[in-house]
């Protein structure tokens, strides 16, 4: 009998009686990692097919060896019955079964455990955490995910380092920038210091996100791009995060000494505010300038943009006919 059926005669067949939650929980917790397992390849976790494979995806005892748990211990799991599960073997579970966060969330749902680890969900930049950047001006300020993605900035923070306005939105990433960016990397004037410490505080972050498809897919881009990178990443590495006073080279202004300062926007290291202050007279004039800079390009392009709708609106009215 699978789980499945033996949860639909628990909760159907009124002999048996009303089934108690735990009960239904296992069930459905079994019938979740059988899913899970078989959608595995061995492949896809390092181990080899063999010849004579008939099970689809992974074998039970290949999760309990990729969990470090005992087979007998997993097989009793996947059939339901009355066992303890820490979280800590359900963190385990999950990393060997390459669970995604709403997976993860779930399997610990119906284990009824909390998540040692849980996912720092990443803000939504709400109208109001947009209006806080543009308050901020002319101090450079952007929002910033655990995975260096910056999701929105400021009129100077857009052009502190290089024109991020201007890129794809995959490519705004300060580890991509700083690996990748000519632009970027000229801004940045301890450059050998900042790629090793970026790649060791990415190896940090990255210790609680292994099995999520964008960190992956960020990891991969970073290495089959960047020399540097990939020799960074072999040291194993990890730097902790700490705001410090940075020297940038802006292209347009010059040399800023800013204070850097992470505003974290929740209770758990994640989504954070990002700004530059500046710590003298020199940067804060130099700042003023990069905003008015910035100011009078969008006034002259708005110009531009009004002259050519009024230059379309007179070819349009000169090509219609005349009305006798």
Known sequence: MTAVTALTALTADPAIGTPDEPAIRRHELAGFLRSRRERISPEQVGLPRGRRRRTPGLRREEVAQLSAVGVTWYTWLEQARPIQVSPQVLDALAGALLLDPTE?????????????????????????????????????????????DFLAHNRTFGRLFCDLDALPREDRNTLWLAFTNDDFRAAVTDLPEVLASMAGKLRASMAEHLAEPAWKELLHRLRTASPEFRELWARHDVVDQSGR??????????????????????????????????????????IERLQALILAEEAEAQTAQTAQKAQKAQKAEAAEPAVA
């Open 104 to 148: 993860r969330n779930h399997l610990f749902a119906l284990a009824g455990q909390s998540d040692p680890h849980p996912e720092t969900p990443c803000p939504a930049v709400t109208p109001a955490l947009r209006h806080l950047l543009d308050q901020l001006e002319p101090v450079p300020a952007a929002v910033q995910n655990s995975r260096y």
């Open 245 to 286: 006073t940075k020297l940038i080279r802006n292209a347009h202004v010059g040399l800023l000494r800013l204070e850097h300062t992470n505003l974290y926007l929740g209770p758990a290291a994640g989504p954070r505010l990002v700004t530059y202050v500046p710590v003298d007279e020199a940067a804060r004039a130099g």
